[in-house]
């Protein structure tokens, strides 16, 4: 396991969103950042597990030292991918109140999802995380995300080589897109 025990800043930064221990997102997020160093790109990986936040209470919350350091890093990056579970039809809440904490640290960025399922049913269930991000922060999300189920994945817990691929690819697109200020 790819450890993120300092945050720095980087133009890539990679969010595992999961606070679960065996999290099928993390090694999403894991493979994408190895496909990123395969493409000599240094991406950081941001686990929220090593930087526990508070609740956003929209008052004290925002005054936590933690935010700070996973602000500046979402600040500094051009391009975000979210590695999220799905559950309940969404992104999960530690995400979403990364977001809420963070606020305008989003703004501009390019942002891809990676998202670890239980069924094939929800894999429409990030796009209103996706638009809150296009609309709030003016974001450009990649249309292609990379979804999966347990289905995805082998007894040992590695990744398909279909969804490595898929994993590649989001790299390699997340690293093609230039935006003009």
Not at 1 to 29: C, F, G, H
């Amino acid at each position: 396991m790819m450890k993120s025990s300092t945050l720095k800043e980087r133009e890539y930064l990679v969010i595992s969103a999961s606070l679960r221990a065996d999290s099928r997102s993390r090694a999403l997020a894991e493979t994408l950042q190895s496909a990123y160093r395969k493409l000599g790109i240094d991406a950081t990986l941001l686990d929220l597990r090593e930087h526990p936040l508070p609740f956003c209470d929209g008052e004290d919350a925002y005054d936590d030292p933690g935010i700070a350091a996973v602000g500046s890093a979402i600040r500094a990056a051009r391009v975000v991918v979210v590695a999220t579970p799905i559950y309940n039809y969404d992104a999960n809440a530690a995400v979403k109140n990364l977001v809420e904490l963070t606020g305008t640290a989003w703004e501009n960025k390019i942002v891809g999802f990676l998202c670890a399922a239980g069924g094939a049913s929800s894999y429409m269930s990030i796009l209103g995380f996706a638009n809150s991000l296009m609309l709030d922060f003016r974001c450009l999300v990649i249309p292609r995300f990379v979804y999966v189920t347990g289905d995805d994945f082998d007894g040992n817990g590695a990744l398909s080589d279909a969804i490595q691929v898929r994993v590649r690819e989001l790299a390699a697109t997340s690293s093609a897109i230039t935006v003009k200020d």
